[in-house]
Nanobody
Framework: QVQLVESGGGLVQAGGSLRLSCAAS????????MGWFRQAPGKQREFVAA????????TYADSVKGRFTISRDNAKNTAYLQMNSLKPEDTAVYYCAARPGPGYYRDSDYDYWGRGTQVTVSS
């Protein structure tokens, strides 16, 4: 089992920044690819960003490319999502997820999920 706990969400004005953290425990963190997803009210959960086990390979949804950066620190068992130039449409609950494997993954077939952290962007 892998336990994931997100933090860093909050209320921010449009154009502002937030950094989300995802602290992992339970298994060897560096064995898992990590992803960030989000779900806005009344909408389906959607992919945001993913990173491979080493942190050298990343992929992003088109809607956040150039504004968000995913990273990880395997020594700290933590993944991050740096969010800049935030827009009201980024308002959602943000979830981190983990799955074993060598690549980075845009689909939602992750084995472990956190409970989420709320991000609200005011206009």
């Amino acid at each position: 089992q892998v336990q994931l706990v997100e933090s860093g969400g909050g209320l921010v004005q449009a154009g502002g920044s937030l950094r989300l953290s995802c602290a992992a425990s339970g298994r060897t963190f560096s064995n898992y690819a990590m992803g960030w997803f989000r779900q806005a009210p009344g909408k389906q959960r959607e992919f945001v960003a993913a990173v491979n086990r080493s942190g050298y390979m990343t992929t992003y949804a088109d809607s956040v490319k150039g504004r968000f950066t995913i990273s990880r620190d395997n020594a700290k068992n933590t993944a991050y999502l740096q969010m800049n130039s935030l827009k009201p449409e980024d308002t959602a609950v943000y979830y981190c997820a983990a799955r074993p494997g060598p690549g980075y993954y845009r689909d939602s077939d992750y084995d472990y999920w956190g409970r989420g952290t709320q991000v609200t962007v005011s206009s």
